[in-house]
């Protein structure tokens, strides 16, 4: 996952910012917010236009990981419209998601000191990323 972490980290230093948001919005990627139901998020190419939409119905922290997830399909797998995000499928062992969620931590995370916290839990909860991504830490 070595490439993931040198991809993540040319976007941050050519973006001057880890968060999710203002690279989508600095790369021309739509972010757009719609009741989705039991989806959280999903990703889509459209002709030219790359568009991430994020279920308007969750929690914000949960939000900016499910675009930092999303963002991670933009950048590693820009021709792939991904499958729906579902709850049940979140922690997916397919391949792309394993790699978005990989990047949406890393991400998310990149720069912190975490040798603050006793746990990878308390830095997931201060985060506000899932307890199921502790394997990314």
């Keep these: 996952m070595n490439w ?3 991809t993540l980290e040319k976007e941050i230093k050519k973006y001057k910012t880890n968060n999710p948001y203002d690279i989508a919005d600095k790369r021309n ?3 757009r917010f719609l ?4 989806t959280l998020g999903f990703y889509m190419k459209n002709v030219r236009h790359q568009v991430i939409t994020i279920n308007s119905d ?3 922290h949960l939000m900016k990981f ?3 997830h999303e963002l991670g399909h933009a950048i590693l797998h820009p021709n792939e419209n991904t499958p729906f995000l579902h709850k049940n499928t979140l922690f997916s062992k397919d391949k792309i998601e394993l ?3 990989f990047f949406a931590v890393n991400l998310l995370l990149y720069g912190e ?6 746990t990878k839990y ?8 899932p307890y199921e991504m502790e394997r990314f830490i």
């Excluded at 308390?122 to 990323?129: C, E, K, R, T």
């Design 29 to 31: 990627i739509i972010v």
């Design 58 to 60: 969750i929690n914000d």
């Design 35 to 38: 009741p989705l139901g039991n």
């Design 99 to 101: 790699q978005a969620n």
């Design 122 to 129: 308390q830095v997931l909860q201060n985060y506000g990323i």
């Design 4 to 6: 993931i972490i040198s």
């Design 66 to 68: 499910v675009c930092a």
């Design 113 to 118: 000191d975490l040798k603050n916290y006793e």
